[in-house]
């Protein structure tokens, strides 16, 4: 990793964004991190290298959001790699779920993503380069009983960064987001993942499928430390992917996922095309 490049992570703290920073400065690389709560983060990090720049970012305000990319830029002349990890898990039948809950979800998955995009881009525009990487999940492309509103929010980081990706490529700046499984992070304890209060007993599928998941806190298959190398050594390629799946889980149900849509597509072309002039 010879090319020193300043990156920008959101969500650092914990799970990959943690992992994400502490193996770019022990590379050697530029790191601005933002975190709810400054203090925690600089604890977490363990380091007061001048290469850290730790920030207190609320993600969901824009004056916030642009504040921290313009402190980034200052102090480190350039912004080339943008990590959207900021997210958290939302579990529960959509009855089940209020408005603000789910209004909160979209916030924290959606738009905290998108006031990143819309702020750094004049930094990357001007540059003629970059690489925004937006962290999304497989439930975005197949999602389980039980996380309906969770898998909207990811289903619509996808379909933003695949049309972001056309709108920037003009401009020599890549996208590409990320769809892990289920990795060893703090994803399924309480301070990450919400699960709604007032379950209806007819639900039984989704009660069993947050039983399931809830179960496999510490036994998930995938490594975090792993998925963070994997995303860093993907922004040295020549040609990153646009979308990048991480963990075998992940492989495994995006192909049962393309399988089962190219089965139903064929079954029903008649119909399809029958509604043309």
């Given at each position: 990793m010879d090319n020193?490049?300043?990156?920008?992570?959101?969500?650092a703290s914990k799970g990959f964004g943690l992992s994400l920073v502490k193996q770019l400065l022990d590379a050697g690389q530029l790191v601005a991190a933002t975190s709810r709560n400054q203090q925690e983060?600089?604890?977490?990090?363990?380091?007061n290298s001048s290469d850290f720049l730790p920030l207190q970012v609320d993600l969901l305000n824009e004056s916030s959001v642009s504040l921290a990319l313009q402190h980034t830029h200052e102090t480190f002349g350039?912004?080339?790699?943008?990590?959207?990890?900021?997210?958290?898990g939302i579990g529960g039948a959509i009855e089940e779920l209020t408005d603000a809950e789910t209004r909160t979800a979209f916030d924290v998955n959606v738009f905290a993503t998108v006031n990143v995009i819309r702020f750094v881009m004049p930094y990357l525009r001007k540059q003629r380069s970059g690489h925004i990487i937006n962290i999304a999940?497989?439930?975005?492309?197949?999602?389980?009983?039980?996380?309906?509103?969770?898998?909207?929010?990811?289903s619509a980081v996808i379909g933003l960064s695949e049309v972001l990706a056309l709108d920037v490529k003009a401009l020599g700046i890549k996208v590409t987001v990320v769809a892990p499984g289920a990795?060893?992070?703090?994803?399924?304890?309480?301070?990450?993942?919400t699960i709604t209060q007032s379950p209806i007993a007819e639900y039984e599928d989704v009660r069993h499928s947050h039983c399931k998941y809830r179960s496999m806190n510490g036994q998930q298959a995938g490594d975090p430390e792993k998925a963070a190398a994997s995303i860093i050594n993907m922004v040295y390629e020549e040609n990153p992917p646009l979308c990048?799946?991480?963990?075998?889980?992940?492989?495994?149900?995006a192909l049962t996922k393309l399988d089962g849509l190219y089965k139903e597509i064929h079954k029903w072309e008649d119909t399809t095309c029958a509604t043309d002039f």
């Open positions: 020193k490049k300043v990156w920008f992570i959101t969500g983060l600089v604890a977490a990090v363990g380091s350039r912004i080339d790699v943008v990590i959207n990890n900021a997210g958290y999940s497989i439930a975005g492309i197949t999602g389980g009983t039980g996380w309906a509103v969770y898998a909207a929010a990811k990795f060893r992070t703090s994803f399924l304890m309480a301070d990450s993942l990048l799946l991480l963990g075998g889980d992940a492989y495994n149900r």
